[in-house]
Nanobody, 122 residues
Framework: QVQLAESGGGLAQAGGSLRLSCAASGRTFTRPAMGWFRQAPGKEREIVAAIRWTGANIYYSDSVKGRFTISKDNAKNTVYLQMNSLQPEDTAVYFC???????????????WGQGTQVTVSS
């Protein structure tokens, strides 16, 4: 089992920044890849970024490339999502998830956090 807990969501103005954290615990060695997803009301859950605990295979969706940065701290078993130049369309519930591989589909991830709300005002 892997447990995930997100933190760091909140309200930001357009052009602002937020940093999300995802603390992983349990048998994290069974899930070498971590992803950030988001889901806006009425929309499907979509990949934002993903990374392996080794730091390899970093993936970004086109919509956040150049604005968001995924990183990890292996000593703390924590993955981060630094979000800069936020836009109202970034408003969503953000989830972290664990998988055996880095990929864009939420179906490939079998452990999920509870989510954290990010709201960007214009």
């Amino acid at each position: 089992q892997v447990q995930l807990a997100e933190s760091g969501g909140g309200l930001a103005q357009a052009g602002g920044s937020l940093r999300l954290s995802c603390a992983a615990s349990g048998r994290t060695f069974t899930r070498p890849a971590m992803g950030w997803f988001r889901q806006a009301p009425g929309k499907e859950r979509e990949i934002v970024a993903a990374i392996r605990w080794t730091g390899a295979n970093i993936y970004y969706s086109d919509s956040v490339k150049g604005r968001f940065t995924i990183s990890k701290d292996n000593a703390k078993n924590t993955v981060y999502l630094q979000m800069n130049s936020l836009q109202p369309e970034d408003t969503a519930v953000y989830f972290c998830a664990a998988s055996t591989w880095v990929g864009p589909s939420p179906r490939g991830y079998d452990y999920w956090g509870q989510g954290t709300q990010v709201t960007v005002s214009s």
